[in-house]
């Protein structure tokens, strides 16, 4: 085949698929990563065998179906926290006295600073926190179910599957701190270091059991060089 047809040939089929993938991509966030299944199964074996075995024996097979029933084949805007409770039920474990952790923009601190459950427990060091820490997923009605393209942003809507697991994901920690509990909040940041429309202020505080907490320490971090705000 001669170079020019070669090129036609491509342009052709750039006119073929254009369509079909912005048609698909409906939503401004990024998409379902791939491999999401192997990626849920094997953080979560991970976890129970090497980094934390203390939790026990989980079933990661039935803990990854219960994910995965709450968003696949679902409209992507209408995915709600209770729709995790199946998946919070089995992946629920106890956080160690005294070794709960929140925090607001301070995260790379605060998982070097607890290291990986040896010193701290935030949330994204239980198992349900460490399954889908950094992952984009969510679903769509059409076949396979599952959106690769693109997934709503919480701009776009609320009661989408992200931002209602970390909802759900949140209030559940919150329910097992025991004991001295800290936070860890950013004291170089120009908006505030309590931000008061963000997870810690309105799914962790609210949801701290007064009775099980005898501390609340509150860590505000500064840059080295600053500035303190
Ligand atoms: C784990 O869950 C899967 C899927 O729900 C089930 O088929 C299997 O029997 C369970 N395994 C154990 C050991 O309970
Ligand atoms: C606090 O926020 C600043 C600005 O976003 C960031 O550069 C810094 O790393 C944060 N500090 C911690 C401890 O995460
Ligand atoms: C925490 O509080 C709940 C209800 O207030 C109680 O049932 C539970 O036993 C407490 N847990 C611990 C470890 O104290």
Redesign the pocket.
């Known amino acids: 085949m001669p170079k020019w047809s070669m090129v036609v040939f491509g342009i052709l089929l750039m006119g073929c698929s254009a369509p079909v993938d912005t048609a698909m991509k409906s939503w401004h966030g990024i998409g379902t990563v791939h491999n999401l299944e192997e990626i849920i199964i094997g953080r979560c074996y991970n976890y129970i065998r090497v980094m934390n075995p203390t939790v026990g024996e989980k079933n990661c097979s039935a803990i990854w179906e219960t994910f995965r029933n709450a968003f696949v084949y679902k409209h992507p805007c209408n995915v709600n926290p209770v729709d995790y409770d199946a998946f919070i039920r089995l992946a629920l474990h106890d956080i160690p006295q005294d070794k709960a952790l929140f925090w607001e ?6 998982h070097r600073y607890s290291d990986k459950t040896r010193r701290m427990m935030p949330l994204g060091e239980t198992l349900i926190g460490f399954l889908a820490d950094d992952l984009d997923w969510c679903g769509q009605n059409e076949s396979p179910g599952i959106n690769y393209q693109s997934c709503p942003t919480t701009t776009e809507c609320e009661n989408n599957p992200v931002n209602s697991f970390w909802k759900i994901a949140s209030e559940s920690y919150a329910k097992e701190a025991v004991g001295i509990v800290r936070v ?1 909040l ?5 908006d505030g270091a309590f931000p008061k429309n963000r997870f810690f202020a309105k799914h962790e505080l609210p949801n701290l059991r007064k009775s099980n907490i005898s501390e609340i320490q509150i860590w505000v ?3 080295i060089d600053g500035p303190d705000r």
Do not use: A, Q, Y
């Open positions: 923009n301070t995260k790379l601190l605060v860890m950013n004291g170089s940041i120009s971090m500064d840059n």
